[in-house]
């Protein structure tokens, strides 16, 4: 009788045997089949084969293709003398004269968010990417929302996050607000 190797295995699943054991001849040779390079001989497109489609390569239309794959960075946007048809509008070329200023996010667009609450409707409206004077950002906001709405509004400053955020989905009352202002 050949001698036999113990190989022990651990479990990854929790089970009530903490390893299993396997037993396989002592001579018998690596566990694993050496590659054999004869059986996908027919997947490349170097043989050919009448199992698999036949290729051809046009020349002169890549730029066909160059057109589907995504642009490594964000273009700079178009200019505008109005609204976009989407409703997208350009920045001012000059900053307000204001103590905050709100950067557009990479793609061009002002950065309001509305965060949801999984247990129940609750919605924050969220302004981010502030520089400058968060409070005054605030205060002006804040005045301008409670003017809408006709009662007051719940609001929250982050410092370190730089954000502000107000109770309710004013995402567009407040996109329109910063609009008016330049940014």
Known sequence: MPLL????LTRVLTTNCPALYISRPVGSGPPYKPPDHEANK????????PDYTQVEEVQGH???????LPLR??????????PA??????PLPEAPPLPYF?????????????????RGPRFITRVRNIEGDLWA??????KHLEGLCGKEVLSQ???????????GCLEEEVKEWLYSKGF
């Open 157 to 167: 400053v982050h410092e370190l996050g730089s954000y502000v955020g107000f109770k």
């Open 73 to 82: 960075v964000v273009p700079e946007p178009p200019k505008h003398d109005r």
């Open 5 to 8: 190797r113990l190989t022990r």
């Open 102 to 118: 709100v950067r557009r996010s990479r793609n061009h667009l002002l950065p309001v968010y509305v965060h949801s609450e999984i």
């Open 42 to 49: 027919g997947v490349w497109a170097s043989s050919e084969s």
């Open 137 to 142: 950002l605030h205060n002006d906001l804040k």
């Open 85 to 90: 048809p989407s409703g997208w509008r350009p």
């Open 62 to 68: 890549w730029h066909f293709v160059e057109r589907l």
